[in-house]
């Protein structure tokens, strides 16, 4: 049974930073693309990074270049979202998700497998 597993969340003034991670168990992810998705109440999921298989490829959407950076380790079967200068409007619940294929890719749609999601909250 395939399983991700994030881990990280929590609250966090503004300016702050926290790191997400994601352990996935059941089968090996090495081949594939993963990401970090977000979903603020009353808000449709969004992309926030995504990286392709090897680690070489990588997205952000626009609102957290230059603060945000994704990352994995294949030997772990994990990938690590580090968020730094956090403000208030990157509070929601984030989902770590793996895809079958390697290429990058950054549609909700596009995404096979879900984590639960860990709660992210920025005071202002």
């Known amino acids: 049974q395939v399983q991700l597993v994030e881990s990280g969340g929590g609250l966090v003034q503004a300016g702050g930073s926290l790191r997400l991670s994601c352990a996935a168990s059941g089968r090996t992810f090495s081949s594939s693309a993963m990401g970090w998705f977000r979903q603020a109440p009353g808000k449709e999921r969004e992309v926030v990074a995504v990286i392709n298989w090897y680690g070489g490829g990588r997205y952000y959407t626009d609102s957290v270049k230059g603060r945000f950076t994704i990352s994995r380790d294949n030997a772990r079967n994990t990938v690590y979202l580090q968020m730094n200068s956090l403000k208030p409007e990157d509070t929601a619940v984030y989902y770590c998700?793996?895809?079958?294929?390697?290429?990058?890719?950054?549609?909700?749609?596009?995404?096979?497998?879900w984590g639960q999601g860990t709660q992210v909250t920025v005071s202002s």
């Open positions: 998700a793996a895809r079958d294929g390697g290429d990058l890719q950054y549609r909700v749609t596009s995404y096979d497998y």
